[in-house]
């Protein structure tokens, strides 16, 4: 393996994770999960739900992703794992230049959903990418700060 190859794929494991949890769709699910993690002192930086009668799918970025891996597992959550494109935005007026940027690269998003206010003041959001590596290439190109894991992590 050439080094430049080494470098793309350890720069792209740092890319955020996002953990999808599966569960039936009743009253207080949600509230075990967060109280499961806030319990180690796990916290959900950004979450989405989405539902139907039967199911929904927690998404959640965590500050700790090999604790929050442990604990699913633990727990008996059932769950997959991926990465997200994460994107700093200084203020609400930027979303509009993110999404030409995208645009004009011709990139779908599948998803995007915004993390809890950030402590420094600045937007944070997710987005789950059609090619997040052209994505990421494009945003860095028109000045946007692309954040890793070790961005949002203690």
């Known amino acids: 393996m050439n080094v430049s190859a080494s470098v ?16 039936a769709n009743r009253m ?21 739900i989405l539902d139907t009668t039967d199911s929904s799918i927690i998404r959640l970025v965590t500050d700790d992703p090999e604790q929050t ?24 007026t930027e979303l509009n230049s993110l999404m030409s940027a995208l645009l004009e690269a011709e990139i779908n998003i599948n998803y995007l959903y915004s993390f809890i206010p950030h402590p ?15 994505a990421e290439k494009v945003l860095q190109r028109h000045q946007f700060r692309v954040l890793r894991q070790s961005d949002i992590s203690r």
């Open 8 to 23: 793309v794929r350890s720069r792209r494991r740092d890319l955020v994770k996002q953990f999808s949890v599966f569960t």
């Open 28 to 48: 207080g699910r949600l509230h075990d999960l967060i109280s499961l993690l806030s319990s180690h002192q796990v916290h959900a930086l950004a979450l989405t």
């Open 69 to 92: 891996r442990e604990l699913l597992h633990a727990n008996e959550f059932a769950f997959t794992e991926s990465e997200l494109l994460v994107v700093e935005l200084d203020s609400a």
């Open 120 to 134: 420094q003041g600045k937007s944070i959001l997710a987005m789950s990418m059609e090619d997040g590596e052209v």
